[in-house]
């Protein structure tokens, strides 16, 4: 049965497919930008900015359609499958597209699909056995440091080097490498460590 909360999951899968087809359609994104003007009326391009502001909801329904279904007893275990999966191809096509473009190293990238690959193999395994396996705060904010990197490297992308300061200078323009940098290693340490506590919480489904 589709509730708001998992039709709120369900859009965020839609709102990739918008998002890959805008970076798909334009090929001029460049991580050199900072040498371009930009700003929020004068983007670097229009469909830099449909891929950004997709992937911008996409990420703000990751948070209502937990909250929703808690907030009126709408968790289902439809729910609890889809959620971490739309999470999964998420962020997946964020870290891809930045690798592509150089911004994100890529054995980071591979590190964190593998970890996505290990635990849907998990949560696959526990279903198997009568188990599902929701996902836990690690492993949201594991997503939440994934996707404020995304975000913050993409906003760069799209709109250049000329945000008006107070962006710029959290993250657009060269002064604010550094956000970025906390952001990618704190997703890192976040991927390795949720990694490992499911793995450490679904020992007991590798007997039998």
């Known amino acids: 049965m589709l509730n708001l909360p998992n ?70 275990n439809f729910g609890k499958l889809i959620d971490p999966l739309a999470d999964k191809i998420l962020v997946s096509a964020g870290f891809i597209y930045l690798t592509a473009v150089g911004m994100c190293p890529f054995w980071v990238s591979i590190l964190i699909i593998f970890r996505e690959f290990l635990v849907t193999g998990l949560r696959q395994l526990a279903v198997e056995k009568g188990v599902v396996i929701a996902a836990d705060k690690l492993g949201k904010w594991k997503t939440t440091a994934q996707l ?23 993250s657009m323009g060269e002064t604010g490498w550094w956000f970025r940098e906390i952001a990618l290693w704190l997703s890192v340490i976040l991927t390795l460590w949720s990694g490992a506590n499911y793995c450490i919480k679904s020992r007991h489904l590798m007997h039998g």
């Open 7 to 76: 039709t709120l999951t369900l859009s965020r899968i839609l709102l990739v497919i918008v998002y890959t087809i805008a970076l798909a359609w334009d090929g001029s994104m460049s991580p050199l930008t900072n040498e371009i003007s930009g700003g929020w009326f004068e983007p670097i391009s229009m469909t830099a900015c449909i891929a950004l502001w997709a992937f911008v909801v996409a990420a703000i329904t990751d948070f209502f359609d937990g909250y929703l279904a808690r907030k009126y007893n709408l968790v289902t």
């Open 148 to 170: 404020t990197y995304c975000i913050a490297c993409m906003a760069h992308l799209a709109y250049g080097g000329n945000l008006f300061e107070p962006l710029r200078s959290l």
